[in-house]
């Protein structure tokens, strides 16, 4: 299909989650590969504003099957999975 077939690999990479969203890199950590912005992903609600701020976007585990998916258990007012493609960096 054509989505299958305009995709664009981003090979070996190492990832990163956070609240500011997720980033994939380059093996040496030099190129950002794919980003998808923490306002995508992550609930914009805060817990308090303060010196103990805590943001909504908590990612708890991170797993991948090494072949098409990466899964992100995150807390975001309720526990939530995301599922990433593994080629792109796209949410799935």
């Given at each position: 299909?054509?989505?299958?077939?305009?995709?664009?690999?981003?090979?070996?990479?190492?990832?990163?989650?956070?609240?500011k969203?997720?980033?994939?890199?380059?093996?040496?950590?030099?190129?950002?590969?794919?980003?998808?912005?923490?306002?995508?992903?992550?609930?914009?609600?805060?817990?308090?504003?303060?010196?103990?701020y805590?943001?909504?976007?908590r990612?708890?585990?991170?797993?991948?099957?090494?072949?098409?998916?990466?899964?992100?258990?995150?807390?975001?007012?309720?526990?939530t999975?995301?599922?990433f493609?593994?080629?792109?960096?796209?949410?799935?």
């Amino acid at each position: 299909d054509e989505f299958h077939a305009s995709k664009e690999y981003i090979g070996n990479t190492m990832w990163l989650f956070g609240e500011k969203g997720m980033y994939v890199y380059s093996p040496d950590g030099k190129e950002v590969k794919s980003h998808i912005d923490g306002e995508r992903i992550c609930d914009k609600k805060e817990d308090f504003e303060g010196p103990s701020y805590h943001s909504h976007c908590r990612f708890r585990d991170i797993v991948s099957d090494g072949k098409k998916y990466v899964w992100a258990a995150i807390s975001r007012g309720a526990p939530t999975i995301d599922l990433f493609d593994i080629d792109t960096g796209s949410v799935v």
